[in-house]
């Protein structure tokens, strides 16, 4: 398994900025997709982005569409989310996830404890 840990959350007004990250210790982070969810208060936990092992393959939830963009650094054992024009219904603790094959299958067997990310109006 992929050992994970997320930082980069914090308090952002609407309109503005954040970038998290999430690294990842193992072997196998090279050949694994990625992925990154989030969980509102209240609400199910919800799919966001996800990467494939080479960056080759980038699928996003709708509502973030033009505004979130996920990627990796192998070199480093990173993923990132870079997310830009943050909304309040962005409110959520934001969770990394390791694929359990190279691509997006959507099946993962790995997960960070999360990171709050909270939008003000």
């Known amino acids: 398994q992929v050992q994970l840990v997320e930082s980069g959350g914090g308090l952002v007004q609407a309109g503005g900025s954040l970038r998290l990250s999430c690294a990842a210790s193992?072997?196998?982070?090279?050949?694994?997709?990625m992925a990154w969810f989030r969980q509102a208060p209240g609400k199910e936990r919800e799919f966001v982005a996800a990467?494939?092992?080479?960056?080759?393959?980038?699928k996003y939830v709708d509502s973030v569409k033009g505004r979130f963009t996920i990627s990796r650094d192998t070199a480093k054992n990173t993923v990132s989310l870079q997310m830009n024009g943050l909304k309040l219904e962005d409110t959520a603790v934001y969770y990394c996830?390791?694929?359990?094959?190279?691509?997006?299958?959507?099946?993962?067997?790995?997960w960070g404890q999360g990171t709050q990310v909270t939008v003000s109006s």
């Open positions: 990467i494939s092992w080479n960056g080759g393959l980038k």
């Open positions: 193992g072997r196998t982070f090279g050949s694994r997709g």
């Open positions: 996830a390791a694929d359990r094959t190279a691509y997006i299958s959507e099946i993962y067997d790995s």
